[in-house]
């Protein structure tokens, strides 16, 4: 590997060598791809030396932000001391013990048991795999449907894209698979809805009741429920929407998987959006912010009693190779000491959270934006054209164009459609969410010129 290769060497490359994910691969070429050569903090340093405040921290995981010294030596020392072994056959090491006591302690009361995996995708996975197996062992085979939402991200297997309620994602793998039913997610503004959220939720509260009416609430296993559709266009829960689904499904005999890919480790002001909505899940997904993104990790917790039953089935054949990497684990537990010593969780709840949406809700007359959407350090800006919504067609990009000029102005920021989403680092100062903002008004003022 050479030592300083040129960026036109990497670019071209990386055009013959390497697919991208979630991109459009003749318009990054025509371009160039971004590189990234290194971070710290909150900042990103670009191919040209530009530092770059990154308002997406990565892809909404890097919590304790770049260059963390903790999780770099708790990961140097586990590589010296032992990179990897399995948990398979009754071995595992110590990281991954320790953190699945970490997230135990932190979790709501009945979920004390983890199963490691990758990614998110995989932890989704993982718990699709156990509901099924929970249901057969308790002479329930029938109960094998699974419900999500539309605007839903739950991952990209064939299952977890079956589950996830975003066109773009399964129309072009020909999914979702039979036994996947999407239920409205409540996102009045995503369907032109006239409906205030609130009235909204209840609306898809009665659309979900009539569809597990409808397909037979014992043939429905689980339904996957991200506390806030990150991926989707960061969605927070009308009030009163979330407990109301919780008791829907409790009623019903369906599980509810809590995707926490997303909203778990302080994102939302909280550990676990679990808790901050006193959800009570029967499992929780988790990935993302239990390294900070610094290596794979994906997790799923379970309830004690799905636990029992799981255990009562004598041989548990599920599994990844790297499933508890103690190097991966390292690093997680690193990351959630950091977490937790530098309280960071309370820190979102009552000072940079509320800033941050300060800062996010006085766009509110901007001519550019049509709604805004946030809670904690998470939130998104729907933009409209000139001529207003009416003006949007599906070409318009707005978010894609708007991040573009965005990043021009030294800020990384996701385009989705036509809206941006922003996700910083945990760590961020006052002084950063103000830069943050800063950039977001310069790149809309470019937006319409």
Known sequence: MSTNPSVQELRSLDQQY???????????????????????????VDED???????????????????????????????RNLPYYPSFFNSTTEPPIRV????????????????????????????LKIIRSYHKLRGQPGKFKILSRTFAYHGVTMATTSMTGLPSCYD?????????????????????????????????LEETARIIREEGADTIAAMFVEPVQGAGGVIPPPTGYLQGLRELLRANNILFVADEVITAFGRVGDWFASGLWNLDPDLITL??????????????????????????????????????????????LANLQTIESLGLVERVRSDVG????????????????????????????????????????????????????????????????????????????????????????????????
């Open 49 to 79: 030396d530009r530092r770059l405040l990154d308002g997406l921290a990565g892809l909404w995981c890097v919590n304790v932000g770049y260059n963390c010294s903790a999780i770099t030596s708790a990961v140097t020392n586990q590589m």
């Open 18 to 44: 390497h697919l991208h994910p979630f991109t459009h691969h003749l318009d990054m070429h025509e371009t160039g791809t971004h590189l990234i050569k290194s971070g710290d903090g909150c900042f990103l």
């Open 172 to 204: 072009p793998f020909n999914l979702p698979l039979p036994g996947f039913i999407h239920v409205p997610g409540p996102h009045p503004y995503g369907v032109n809805s006239p409906l205030d959220p609130e009235a909204f939720g209840k609306w898809c």
């Open 354 to 449: 509320p800033y941050f949406q300060e800062k996010l809700h006085s766009f509110a007359e901007h001519p550019a934006v049509a709604e805004i959407r946030g809670i904690g350090l998470i939130g998104a800006m729907e933009l409209v054209p000139r001529g207003g919504r009416s003006a949007l067609t599906p070409a318009s990009a707005l978010g894609v164009r708007a991040s573009g000029l965005i990043r021009k102005e030294g800020t990384i920021v996701r385009g989705i459609r036509d809206l941006i989403a922003v996700a910083p680092p945990l760590i961020i100062t006052h002084e950063e969410i103000d830069q943050l903002f800063e950039s977001i008004s310069a790149g809309l003022e470019k937006l319409w010129d």
């Open 100 to 127: 699945a006591e970490f997230l135990a302690k932190k979790a709501p009361p009945r979920i004390n048991h983890t199963v490691f995996s990758n990614s998110g995708s995989e932890a989704n996975e993982s718990a």
């Open 287 to 332: 990935a993302k912010g239990i390294t900070s993104g610094y290596l794979p990790l994906g997790a799923t917790m379970v309830s004690d009693e799905i636990t029992d039953v799981i255990h009562s089935g004598g041989y548990f054949a599920h599994g990844f190779t790297y499933s508890g990497h103690p190097t991966s684990a390292a690093a997680a």
